[in-house]
């Protein structure tokens, strides 16, 4: 065991101390160690993208923060080549904010994953954090392959293309998938926490928190079919974008004519449950017809709004349910389909 870890130590020492004659080859060293935490984000967006479990996701997360502090600490510990550090100084750099991003950022986006879909706030700020930690990597990413050709141009290095050309395009198709896909999502989500708020409402018979959540999903639904006009197909592919259209339709039906039905069924019990307070209070003797025809009447008009309502809430939980379950597989084979593998 003594052995191996000698041979790792002694490894490491010929990394960090050996002299490069050849600018090609401490490219190569130095590359080696920013396309190492390059792959492992790949890995760590991927097994986002395809499904993989939160738990999986965060320990590969967890792996990369650790993996990128152990390259930084590599390349600063080089020497420079021939009186140059601007590479070797940027390639620190980039690797520090990479890993400060991974760590922190992501961090703080993983603690407010938690409580996003509490509110169509949180979940506007969760995404607009991913996608400013996406920026500042991306950026940094772009920044350093120009020093990298900087570099090389200076000592005359032709760079090979190749693996590491490959993991670029396929980071760069994500970005751009889930760019598309987090647009729609805003929409999807806006109409969906306002469908909740007013299932809250609907639970608790409260006609007036029913009324004002009815109006915020019409409007929410009336808002997201406007800007789903504007959004195109992905390369030809529309499904999710219908399997939404698809769920504002209904959102603006259930708000702008069904949930009327639901109202009225507790305005007419609650109005029954008046009269027959009164009704109870009085005598059999003391009643008149009007009384007992008041009464048959809240009855009938109770029982009936009663029937609609049953109706009507079957019809809105079974649709929902439908649709939300056509986004979601809507969406699982969109990314699965264009984010590579």
């Avoid at 004659?21 to 060293?29: C, E, F, H, R, V």
């Avoid at 935490?37 to 991927?46: A, C, F, G, L, V």
Wanted: net charge negative.
């Amino acid at each position: 065991m003594k052995g191996k870890l000698l041979l790792i130590a002694l490894l490491c020492s010929h990394f960090i101390y050996a002299q490069y004659d050849n600018a090609g080859s401490y490219i190569t060293a130095i590359g080696e160690q920013y396309r190492i935490i390059q792959k492992e984000m790949w890995e760590y967006t991927s097994a986002a993208s395809h499904g993989k479990s939160a738990k999986t996701v965060e320990k590969k997360r967890l792996e990369l923060v650790q993996t990128t502090y152990e390259a930084k600490g590599k390349v600063m510990r080089m020497k420079d080549f021939k009186g140059n550090t601007t590479y070797r100084d940027s390639v620190v750099a980039f690797l520090d904010m990479y890993y400060h991003v991974i760590k922190e950022d992501y961090g703080k986006i993983v603690n407010m994953e938690e409580i996003a879909e509490r509110s169509y706030d949180n979940m506007e700020a969760y995404m607009m954090a991913k996608e400013e930690a996406n920026n500042k990597l991306n950026d940094a990413s772009e920044m350093l392959i120009q020093v990298e050709k900087d570099f090389a141009a200076e000592f005359d290095v032709e760079l090979m293309s190749g693996e590491e050309d490959e993991l670029s395009r396929k980071m760069g198709i994500a970005s751009e998938v889930y760019d598309y896909y987090n647009k729609l999502y805003l929409i999807f989500f806006k109409g969906y926490i306002a469908d909740k708020y007013l299932s809250e409402a609907i639970t608790n018979q409260d006609v007036n928190a029913i009324e004002q959540n009815r109006q915020s999903l019409s409007s929410s639904a009336a808002e997201g079919l406007e800007k789903l006009k504007d959004i195109k197909a992905y390369n030809g592919d529309n499904t999710v974008a219908e399997a939404l259209k698809q769920m504002l339709d209904f959102y603006q039906k259930e708000a702008d004519e069904m949930v009327e039905h639901i109202t009225n069924y507790f305005i007419k019990a609650e109005n029954f449950q008046t009269i027959k307070k009164s009704f109870d209070a009085k005598k059999e003797k003391d009643r008149t017809q009007a009384d007992v025809d008041q009464f048959n009447n809240a009855v009938n008009e109770s029982n009936a709004a009663g029937q609609k309502y049953n109706e009507t809430n079957q019809e809105m939980f079974n649709t929902k349910n439908k649709l939300i379950e056509n986004w979601n597989k809507s969406v699982e084979k969109f990314l699965d389909k264009h984010v590579p593998k």
